[in-house]
């Protein structure tokens, strides 16, 4: 499950990456704990690039001191009931992922230090983007996060693009062009949102059901969905 030889770099010099993130430890107990691992899970879902990885039991680079070697930075890292701690988090990305976030959680030995370690992998997703379903600390119901490099931060306008995919960019674009005028003259915030999103599902559905492919159309294209999709877009940009 651990691409060690990728992945061992990244542990021993500290310093993250876009598909790797270190923790020294990891608490689920409280609900700010949980917000926060629902927010970093779901960067990493967002970003593409193939499989992710949250390394428990790693202090990274910028929390280490200029005298700590790799075995003190390195912090054994267990739960007493591994399947448990997984069926945990998928529920907390449950409920605050949208659609959820699925992870696989495994404990094993590094293969250079033996030391133990939790590692949760996010596999490439292909349900993308995965919005933030309940507000909490330091997260808001509707945003949409993203990775780059090693910080997370909500998704640009190209980068939500990115992860519907190229087959509706034009067609997103074509909305935002033909419905400007009538966005910028609705004085109200959310009539703006909501005419913005009914457009582009009833465009979305006819062009699917035109081509015969009813299939593809997914809840994130209804109307509740886009509205949540696009509130934290920078209006003042179109």
Known sequence: MVPWNDVMPIIRSGRETSRVEL?????????????????????????????????????????????????????????????????QMNDILANYTDPPVIIQY????????????????????????????????????????????SQNSPASREEVFEMCGDRWRREIENVFQSA??????????????????????QRLYHKLAKAKRKDEISKRFESCELKRMLENWDWERW
């Not at 020294?24 to 409280?30: A, V």
């Not at 400007?180 to 599902?201: G, H, M, P, V």
């Open 106 to 149: 495994v404990q094993e030995r590094d293969p250079e230090y033996n030391r133990l370690l939790g590692i949760i992998k996010i596999s490439a997703s292909t349900s993308r983007p995965h919005l933030i379903s309940k507000s909490g600390s330091g997260i808001r119901r509707g945003e949409i996060w993203y990775r780059r490099e």
């Open 23 to 87: 923790k020294e430890k990891l608490s689920l107990g409280n609900a700010s704990e949980k917000a926060t691992f629902a927010k970093d899970v779901a960067a990493l879902a967002n970003t593409p690039g193939g499989d992710s990885f949250i390394i428990v039991g790693v202090i990274d680079f910028r929390h280490r001191t200029p005298d700590m070697d790799i075995i003190d930075a390195l912090k054994d890292f267990e739960v007493g009931n591994p399947d448990g701690f997984q069926i």
């Open 180 to 201: 400007r005028e009538e966005i910028s003259e609705c004085e109200d915030y959310n009539t703006r949102l909501e005419f913005l999103a009914k457009d582009l599902a």
